[in-house]
């Protein structure tokens, strides 16, 4: 079957119900966003319609330089974590016996319906002095007594790989699946070992897929603003933190918005870049 | 197919059946007088709910819808987008001080009668709160004092001063309020290291107060937005000392828990919640019978017992004994909160207060 391209008006019409959804769903919201981050912010009170740049002139300090700085690199941990532990895992999923993928999938299904709270309070649970897992290597003698681990940047990054991890695996899946099984065997008949033949051929032949990857992770974890509060000290909170901090407790709309909105020009500026590097090395 | 199409409508139907019981009393009420009240959700609403409500039913047959609503200022957010759009998700919140204030600014509170309220005369000044040209926003629903808590099973001995915050020996050990005009941790550390919160009049002294304020951070554990989240900590021993409320600590404390509230011998911080109608209600008759119902000393005195808040109207009007006055307040001079800062230098201090706890 030939796919032709689209012709009339009418070929194009499947596509105005998602254009119609996507334009009032995002595009509304984020122009409003976009409209409230240049108003005028009254003191004590709200916000009143204006064009001003105080909002956007706020922001740029080293402060704030350095709240967006951390998030980065937060998420950007976040993301080279999952991908880490969720290739190889995926890989191996994907060898195994049908009905034990789907118990995996159906497991790691479950861990999306649990909302960020719960997943931060029982990390937080984990993590204590009183009911932590410490208590266990105390108990087993490994350590001599039991300590908190939370708050800490480790705590932190824990639950957001965690959080990040099931959607890594479900997005590796399909590709991993594809992957043509004869490569890995050429591989090792030519004499890879099994290590070898994964880096060699199974990662490079992925690539894309792992860059595509990334970029999600990256940006589901730079939208995390619960669990650096619940694990992390003060210095550990994401400018998504102030944000809500503003939006929520200052009723600083303006201010948020402009926050929000530097954010993600910032975000899809990395991802240009990520993508354009891309492009430049499958030329080379 | 045939008994499977029957039996998927027998059960639609009985379904149907069941969905218009269940609404029916619901259908029921509407004819009836209601009101939509928002009130702290937890312990707060709880208490409302078993203690205070059901009795304002019986007496003057309007219902209560009560609505939980978050601390902060994240309510009055909530309240402001929706009047600016013609909603009322309360008739009547109660609200704290800054929030009143914040929400005066933009004429977001429909100014009460005061005419209306049988028991006016015994309310106490400073909880009726006013707009600047004289007409009432908002009147005192109680007031609660924030109190140095502590784990029993980690500190036998009570703490008597909020110095106890500065204590080296008790690095890593502290669960505080994570915004600045709710903790109102410059008003205490004016009171206890400055001589009085006449010290943050100035922004040198202000500046002054955040720099010994930075002396605590490395005994603060937690900056907590979330109440749960403290007492919860609170109550395991995992952060054994910090800032909480009074009143909810009592209740914990009577649920058999290993906490206590202390009033530092500086005083503990006396904030006040008013009710308030927002200006996009239709109620406001209803809301006028429910404020005059919550001002008489003997519904002041109940909570007091059953909440575990402190009264809003002259103690001598309530039937309270001494006993029970003192679980619920302190002889000790309160610090009372600056709360014009947090209107005229709101974003300012946000903001050194931010730097201060993240940088």
Known sequence: MRREPPQTFADYSPLLFPAAMLTIFFVVPFGTMIAVSFFQRQQGGFYTPAFVFDNYARFLSAFFGGVLGFSMMMAIAVAICCVLLALPFTYLLTRMARRVQIVWLVALLSILSLSEVIIGFAWSTLFSRTAGITNILVALGLMSEAKALTPSFAAVLTGMVYQAFPYTVLVLFPALVRLDPTLTEAARTLGASPLKAFFTVVVPALRNTIVATLIMVFIFALGSYLLPQLLGRPQHWTLSVLITDQAIYQSNMPFAAAMAVFLVLVTLGLVALTVIAGRKGEAA | ?359
């Open chain 2, 1 to 359: 197919m045939n008994i499977n199409s029957i039996k998927r409508r027998t059960l639609l139907g009985a379904g149907l059946a069941g969905a218009s019981m269940l609404a029916m009393p619901a259908v029921l009420r509407a004819q009836d007088k209601s009101l939509k009240v928002g009130v702290y959700g937890g312990y707060f609403k709880d208490s409302f709910d078993k203690n205070i409500f059901p009795e304002f039913t019986k007496a003057t047959g309007i219902a209560v819808e009560s609505i939980a609503e978050p601390t902060g200022e994240a309510w009055l957010v909530q309240l402001e987008q929706a009047a600016r759009a013609g909603q009322a998700p309360a008739d009547v919140s109660m609200m704290s001080q800054v929030a009143m204030l914040k929400g005066q600014a933009t004429e977001l509170w429909t100014p009460i009668d005061m005419a209306k309220i049988k028991d006016a005369s015994n309310l106490l000044d400073r909880f009726v709160n006013k707009y600047p040209d004289g007409r009432v926003a908002g009147v005192g629903a109680v007031s609660w004092y924030i109190t140095l808590v502590t784990n029993t099973n980690v500190y036998k001995e009570a703490p008597t001063s909020w110095t106890a915050l500065w204590d080296p020996a008790n690095a890593d050990k502290l669960g505080l309020l994570a915004l600045v005009s709710n903790s109102f941790l410059l008003e205490v550390t004016a009171k206890t290291h400055m001589g009085g919160t006449n010290a943050l009049d100035t922004e040198e002294g202000i500046l002054k107060a955040f720099e010994k304020l930075a002396e605590v951070k490395p005994n603060v554990r937690l900056w907590y937005r979330d109440e749960a989240q403290f007492e919860q900590a609170l109550k395991s021993g995992e952060i054994p000392m910090g800032q909480y409320y009074h009143d909810v600590t009592g209740l914990a404390a009577a649920d058999g828990h290993p906490v206590r509230s202390t009033f530092p011998k500086e005083g503990g911080i006396q904030d006040s919640g008013c009710w308030a109608l927002s200006r996009a209600s239709q109620k406001a008759e209803e809301a006028h019978i429910f404020i005059e119902y919550m001002c008489q000393p003997a519904i002041q005195a109940t909570l007091s017992r059953k909440v575990g808040t402190a009264p809003t109207v002259k103690r001598e009007s309530t039937d309270l004994t001494d006993k029970e006055f003192a679980a619920v307040s302190s002889d000790i001079e309160p610090i009372v909160p600056r709360y014009d800062l947090y209107q005229s230098k709101s974003d300012w201090l946000n903001q050194k207060w931010t730097e201060l706890i993240v940088g």
